[in-house]
């Protein structure tokens, strides 16, 4: 199966990093507002955010899977729990790429699969990557067109 | 279109304005003592509503026409902002025809030409068309099949009044525990209250009145459930002619829903909290195709003896009929179900002791709902066919053929990997997802694996 591009633990590195920031700065505003609060609502942010920044994007990178089998869409993600989804051809409606701030700078893509149940999502992918995904889902689109 | 649809626009354009014009009509009566200057100009506002609705509803009907031909059924609309809509004949899915108390005093219906990629109320929304006019739309649609020959054909059941009495009655198992959860809520909260002030001579009185007031409102949600269960399910009746089920509902607005069989992607079984002890069920279809996910999830016979459930999906949708017999879980499953309710359980009376002392015991009796859980998972495949049965508060049995699912999931946590077990969710549309929870991991991985087709 293949994985998502390397540059994606930089990226989720990058956005975790940002999130436990603002939470740090918080805790440091908590700590220095209320009398008595000691330095934990800082400490705590830091030392779990550090451990979050090093250890999940690199869990995360290592689980996420996907591939386009003969059945259908196959991904595999999760940094604990782990979990693989496989969507039959039959049932994709449409796919829909997008790029946000990080994945333009890096170059990447976001691909969403819809059915009628719902979404599912490939983060983070090599543009070519992106593009195969949807024409290869076009072009399943065309062949079995209706199913029973 | 028929006249009739002029006073149901304006009906439409008048509800739309209604909250608004009732605060400018009732607030000045409410502000001071009666005065006849102000009903006078109340009076005058709802004139000017109702006459400024009755225009809106005349320019919405002279300006909007419909007409079928050989290929798509047409329906152009709007004064300022024409819109144009043509549904080609094939693309359309189903006929949602209703009959509200407007429509029925003029004898009209109302019908909602569904598609895929219908919007909510459907790609075409024709409030009022003679009984003909639904004819030919029905008639264009099935093509050279004339209607009557399909009548004919059709397996039909009606729900019989026996049977109504027994819905509404049993109906409404959330609806009736909301409010008295929330008045159990306001009970301790006025305890807690009393107790933390001196007046204790204040506690009873509070305490009967607060009783009073959880059996008034618990009587009154069961009367109002009855009701809307009454109104919703009188002349249920449900046919089946060739790819195609109709349902037909409602004692004051009369709802007819054409679903054709290839949408139809699960059966869901619903043994209610009222209902199981009884044996009985009610019967559910996840249809794909409806933009408007309150619709997708339709009931298909509002109850029905468990038993009963095979012979009758044998009748009306052979497709989906199985047995609902399922396996459950592996032993060691079991502890994993019983020990997240087992800790809330001991929070609760932990927490309870606190507040209320020792009676708080009784808290313990929510880890029995993990074992609950666990006694009623189960599932089963065979032949290409899954049947998933999971309790929540109701014990629901999902019915289909495993080919129709829109996706599934094979997932594991931590735990479940050490253990060698695993958790299966199988999507069959927006509201119909069969997950059952620690199953053995290789089972769960082959179950899907391989779907056998089904002729």
Known sequence: MRSLSPIARRVWRLSALVFWLLVLIAGVIVALAVDGAGPWPWIGPLVLGAAWVIVVPELRWRRWRWDLTEEGIDIQHGALTVSRTLIPWVRVQHVETQRGLFEQAFDLATVNVFNAAGSHTIPLLAQADAEELRERIAARAETDDEDA | ?455
């Open chain 2, 1 to 455: 279109m028929h006249p009739a649809a002029l006073v149901v626009y304006s009906a439409a354009a008048l509800r739309q304005g209604l909250f608004p014009l009732l605060i400018i009509v009732v607030m000045p009566l409410l502000g001071g003592e009666f005065e006849a200057r102000e009903l006078v100009r109340a009076a005058a506002f709802a004139g000017a509503g109702l006459v400024i609705a009755g225009v809106s509803g005349y320019v919405r009907w002279s300006t909007t026409r419909w007409w079928i031909d050989e290929a798509a059924v047409h329906h152009h609309t709007g004064l300022l902002r024409r819109s144009e809509t043509k549904v080609p004949l094939e693309r359309i899915e189903g006929l949602d025809v209703h009959q509200g108390p407007l429509q029925r005093a003029f004898g009209v219906f109302a019908v909602d030409v569904q598609t895929g990629a219908g919007k909510k109320g459907g790609e075409v929304a024709l409030p009022a068309l003679a009984p003909e006019a639904v004819e030919d739309l029905r008639a264009a649609r099935l093509g050279a099949v004339p209607v009557a020959a399909v009548e004919e054909t059709g397996r039909s059941r009606r729900l019989t009044g026996r049977e109504l009495a027994i819905t509404a009655l049993t109906a409404g198992q959330l609806g009736v525990l909301v409010p008295v959860v929330a008045a159990l809520g306001q009970v301790v909260g006025q305890v807690g209250e009393s107790e933390q002030e001196d007046a204790v001579r204040f506690l009873p009185q509070s305490v009967t009145a607060a009783v009073l007031v959880v059996v008034g409102l618990l009587a009154l949600a069961w009367l109002l459930s009855i009701a809307g269960s009454v109104i919703a399910f009188g002349g249920f009746t449900l046919v089946r002619d060739q790819e195609r089920l109709r349902v037909r509902r409602g004692l004051i607005s009369r709802n007819e829903a054409t679903v054709p069989v290839g949408r139809v992607r699960a059966v869901r079984v619903v043994e209610g909290l009222l209902r199981r002890p009884f044996g009985l069920c009610a019967l559910t279809v996840e249809v794909t195709g409806y933009a408007d996910e309150a619709s997708a999830a339709r009931t298909l016979f509002p109850v029905l003896r468990v038993r009963d459930v095979r012979a009758f999906l044998d009748e009306f949708l052979p497709e989906f009929a199985d047995e609902l017999v399922v396996e459950r879980p592996p032993r060691r499953a079991l502890r994993r179900y019983v020990l997240v309710p087992a800790l809330v359980a001991l929070a609760l009376t932990i927490g309870g002791w606190l507040l209320l002392g020792p009676w708080s015991v009784i808290a313990l009796v929510v880890s029995l709902y993990g074992w609950a859980r666990w006694r009623d998972a189960g599932w089963h495949v065979a032949d290409g066919r899954l049947a998933v049965r999971s309790l929540l508060i109701a014990r629901t049995t999902v019915l289909a053929p495993a080919r129709l699912r829109e996706s599934h999931t094979v997932s594991q946590n931590p735990f479940q990997r050490r253990a060698q077990l695993a958790t299966l969710a199988v999507a069959f549309g927006k509201s119909t997802t069969a997950r059952i929870r620690h199953l053995e991991a290789t089972d769960a991985r082959s179950a899907l694996r391989d779907p056998q087709p089904v002729q």
